[in-house]
């Protein structure tokens, strides 16, 4: 990164480092770690910051153009994007158009049914817990947002899954699922999209042969997660 000790680091998460810009802003630089199964599976793959940037970025600012609040400000370097300041909501929102993952773990299900409409599921970010599902009840109960904000946050989150879904089906491309984090500007007070949206925290699967365009080639050990990141890219044409 660029005059790396202008910035003080807040937080070092496991793919992603979180500086202050500013009062307002926070400098958001992404690694090229990767991990899995909450941080058993371990790796570094040159690149896949750059990467992962590259695609949020593109997505963050999709979004921004269809009037969603997201923290996303404006380019920084190769690995970074300079971020509006959000007071992090310790909430992981999972939306889901298709069976995958822990969902056909925790029912014993085959992945790729589609649901008749998203389902939306939440859980409690909380590593040394392994981020356990928290219902709407627990987290109103619990403070961890009030009932307004909670509302707003499943709103947002049906938003870009509309946004999302509708512009990766013209790349033949379907939205599996995906996680979203959401965080309160610290200039005013709204309730902003924060985070990454990469393959990282979304399944893509190509429409025609299903093949993942995403983390679960690492997960699974289905291939090189870069060649996957990139044909990513290259189907975006970004
Ligand atoms: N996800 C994520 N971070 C997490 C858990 C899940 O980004 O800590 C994403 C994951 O990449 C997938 C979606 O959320 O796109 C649903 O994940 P799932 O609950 O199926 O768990 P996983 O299979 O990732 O363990």
Known sequence: MKNEKRFDLL?????????????????????????????????????????????????????????????????????????????????????????????????????????????????????????PMITKDAILLLKICNKEILEEIVGISNKVNNILSSFLDNKNILLVDYKLEFGISKTDKKVILIDEISPDTCRFWDKNTMESLDKDVYREDKGDLINAYEALIGRLAI
């Open 11 to 131: 937080y070092e998460g496991k793919a992603k480092k979180v500086y202050k810009y500013s009062d307002r802003k926070l400098l958001v630089e992404f690694k090229n770690d990767v991990t899995a199964f909450n941080g058993i599976k371990k790796g570094q793959y040159a690149n896949k910051g750059k990467i992962n940037k590259k695609i949020s970025t593109f997505f963050f600012e999709l979004l921004n153009e269809e009037g969603l609040n997201t923290h996303y400000l404006q380019d920084y370097d190769e690995n970074s994007f300079i971020a509006k300041w959000g007071e992090l909501i310790p909430l992981e929102v999972i939306v889901r158009n298709y069976t995958a993952g822990s969902f056909c773990k925790r029912y014993g299900v085959e992945k790729g049914i589609k649901f008749d409409y998203p389902l939306v599921e939440f859980s409690l970010k909380n590593d040394d817990l392994g981020d």
